[in-house]
């Protein structure tokens, strides 16, 4: 039913249970030996999904394994909207209550997760879902990791979006703590009450200089026992002075000391969510709103602002190639509008580019590792579950008839036939055995063909 989000390693897909007719979400994730990476990030995911239960972080209901494309669908609840795609959304305008429930939400959902001992490590609106209920849900776990307090490791300082990334990931830290989720989180409540984002750095020396600006330059003992990597490279010349109560003078008075705690520039200053929530913000009036009296919007995402955005700069192009000078327009306005979001480890895209192609040159075929959508053929890998459900996922580079349920705590694999015969009719019978006949034909044409190729 088209695509609505893609990152590095994955896409996400809207599908339809074709049993129970409810639509969910599928996040398709490539584990070949192209991109090694992928594999890891996946399998963390699914690790750490299995082990979050909470009403705010988005539920894995199941997982759908392709046999030929190399292919894991990861499937998830759907959910209508994401906050960057609402905020970016010229016919919406949020009220201070309907902030104060999202935020809530968010360090309800965050507060949950560390509770796990789990960093997110990609908070941002795009990866803040919304259902019709005005429920929000924390998605997107590709850059999350397990932490220890007490038997701390290095963690690389490469995650976090660039406009939430918290200076000490700029300056090149490796050991940090649930800090790096609530500067994020702070980012966010001050875009949500500035109607924009509030530090959206081009590079990462752009970056912090922003935060400095905004957030004051570390104190020379915070340079003294932090001992950052690149604490050389980009401690200002002289220090700035912290001023986000003059730049935000238009919020709300008791959003102050939250933003102040969240946004400080010494980690150890953000406390934990739990105290977030404890604030004088969310205990003053207007109360935060209850999330069954948000309104209901038209389905919205960040894909949709990204789309925008392209088609107004296509007419803009065009406009000027026939010389018509018109005047510059936009279809929202930028300096009052949230905007998209840079990805979080887009530095890191350039290496993996240049790899694909590498691994690419020296393939045979892709045919001869992608067959046709008709003989992709799938099984399931229920993890404790024996039930199975059939969806209907309408996209031309795989085709499956098993998605199996998530259940925690249980380790299970199983490898069977594709759909229990006995719950098919007559023709869906005939049409599953053709199917796996043109597997089984295709696989041995494989074997054939490369035997042929050895013997020339």
């Known amino acids: 039913m088209g695509c609505i989000g893609s990152g590095t390693y994955s896409n996400v897909y809207r599908a339809r249970d074709t049993v129970s007719g409810r639509i969910v979400a599928l996040k398709k994730v ?36 392709s046999r030929m494309s190399c292919s894991l669908y990861l499937v998830f609840e759907y959910m209508e909207h994401d906050l960057a795609g609402l905020a970016a959304s010229p016919d919406v305008k949020f009220t201070l209550p309907q902030i104060k429930c999202y935020v809530q939400q968010l360090l309800s959902g965050l507060e949950h997760c560390h509770n796990n001992n789990v960093l997110h490590r990609d908070i941002k609106g795009s990866n803040l879902l919304l259902d019709n209920n005005g429920i929000l849900k924390i998605a997107d776990f590709g850059l999350a990791t397990f932490f220890d307090p007490r038997h701390k ?9 660039l ?33 924009k984002p509030i530090m959206p750095g081009r590079t990462e020396v752009e970056q912090l200089h922003k935060i400095f600006k905004l957030c004051g330059s570390p104190s020379e003992e915070y340079w003294k026992k932090s001992k950052l990597p690149h604490a050389t490279i980009f401690k200002p010349q002289q220090p700035y002075k912290r001023c986000i109560r003059e730049a935000f003078k238009d919020f709300p008075p008791s ?34 709103c209850d999330p069954s009296s948000l309104p209901t919007y038209p389905p919205s995402k960040e894909m949709d602002a990204k789309m925008r955005d392209e088609e107004a700069r296509r007419l803009r192009a065009a406009a000027k190639a026939k010389g018509e000078g018109v005047k510059r327009t936009r279809t929202r306005d930028r300096s009052q509008r949230a905007g998209p979001a840079p990805e979080a480890n887009a530095e890191l895209q350039a290496n993996l580019d240049r790899r694909r192609m590498i691994t690419h040159a020296n393939a045979k075929s892709k045919s001869e590792k992608f067959p046709p959508p ?38 299970q694999t199983w490898s069977g036939p594709l759909v229990d015969p006995a719950a098919l009719g007559q023709s869906r ?18 074997q054939k063909d490369k035997g042929g190729t050895r013997a020339r």
């Not at 490791?153 to 979006?161: A, I």
């Open 429 to 446: 019978r005939k049409k599953q055995t053709a199917l796996d006949a043109k597997a089984a034909a295709y696989s041995k044409q494989l």
């Open 163 to 195: 406009w939430y990334r918290p200076p000490e990931l700029l300056l090149g830290a490796t050991d940090y703590g649930v800090g790096v989720d609530l500067w994020s989180a702070g980012c966010i409540l001050a875009e949500l009450l500035h109607g």
């Open 153 to 161: 490791r290095p963690m690389t300082s490469r995650v976090v979006t």
């Open 374 to 411: 008709h003989q992709d053929g799938a099984m399931g890998n229920p993890l404790g579950s024996s039930r199975h459900m059939e969806p209907m996922y309408e996209h031309q580079d795989a085709s499956f008839s098993t998605v199996v349920p998530i259940q925690k705590g249980s380790s």
């Open 30 to 65: 490539r584990f070949d030996n192209l991109e090694p990476e992928s594999v890891k990030f996946m399998a963390r995911e699914i690790l750490i999904l299995r082990k979050l239960d909470h009403p705010n972080v988005v539920k894995l209901e199941g997982l759908v394994t």
């Open 255 to 288: 959003s102050l000391p939250l933003v102040e705690t969240l946004l400080a520039i010494d980690p150890a200053e953000h406390q934990t969510a739990t105290s977030a929530m404890q604030s004088e913000f969310f205990a003053t009036e207007p109360y935060a």
